[in-house]
């Protein structure tokens, strides 16, 4: 039986030096009762000779049991393929898709956010799609949730799974559309879909829409859906902060470290902090969007203190469509961030006539320094930024004025705020 045993030996050991050029991992062991003689084993080991034979039985142990490492180096031909077939294990990058999928057409939607009852507001609502992958990022007012954006997607998201519904802060024109009107379906009760997994600041300042929100939210969840506070998603080894929508597609959370002040307070703590509406907009959560050459940045309402530590902590690359931070407001859009990110577009949501007199004519002469390309939906409506992952293409819908009830004549074609009498008459 050992003379066996060498016989497999060496034959292996033949089969490995010819694979002098390519690495193999092999693992085997094998044990004495699992041979059985027969002519054929016979007349090999005939020719072999004892040298050989008492070379290779020299690796058995004392218990007949051999095993088997070796290490070459294999190169695929095909990258892609190669990719795909790898199980990814690292808890920071959610896979959304196959590791070396390509999803090569990307296309945002920022929504028209004024109607007939909302125009006091300003808002966010952004729709993401890439291949079958569906994005949502705030959701503007209730009225906005229910009669803009859930339509929208039910419409657009074709297999009824929203993949990611980010919910970036807790003012009521971002989180209010979440939740809807009564009795009205909103983008997280949409009915027959699914979500897989819900982000959101983790800050709680005891407002009714809030509590609402997170009731819907812990409904998801017994659904299956996953459910991140952008604190856990940053400091928690075993939570995704990234998410990989792609070859070279991917949407990562960056780091402001705000959250060091409310994570740990309790709720009555967070109800007074609450009050002051800087702190609540710099709990914002802010992401970078890449697809191939082309980013996008979104940092909801980020004010002064956060947008520094956009800066401060993380390796931000130029933008090539910047979503305004706070509506344009004046007490965000630092010259501190610009002068880091250079973005090539601006886009900016809020409405054209609200109480916070936001975009200001401030901010709007900043952005004019580094871009003159500076769009916005409640001038052309919900405009579409396309990314074949190299080149962008801008359109828009046309403004919808719901006082007439139709698209206002000229605002089909997406035009530079600094081309429009918006501009023009800010003083």
Known sequence: MKKIQAILLFTLSLLISSCSNETIEIQESFSTSDFHSSTSINSLFDTISDDSLESASSSFDSTNEVTFETSTSFESSDDSSYDSSIEETDPKIRYLVPKGTINDNLEITYFQLENSNSSIQCGDATYIKIGDIDIVIDAGEKRIGSEIVAPYLKNHVTDKKIELVITTHTDSDHIGGMVGLSNQESPLTLNGFSYDTIIDCGFDPGTIVVSDYYNIVNERVKEGAFHYTYYDMILNDEIPSSFYLGKDASLDLLDTKFY???????????KIKASNSTYKNNCSVPF?????????????DCETTAEKALVDYNDLPQIDVFKANHHGSDTSNTTYLLDVIKPKNVIIESTSENRYGIPSKNVLDRFKTYTLNVFAPFINGNIHVISDMIKLDFSCDGFFDYSKMRIEPGSETITSIFDTEYYTSKV
């Open 260 to 270: 060091t002040n409310y994570m740990n307070l309790t709720k009555e703590e967070m």
């Open 288 to 300: 970078l969007l890449t697809h191939g050459e082309n980013t996008f940045l979104f940092a909801g």
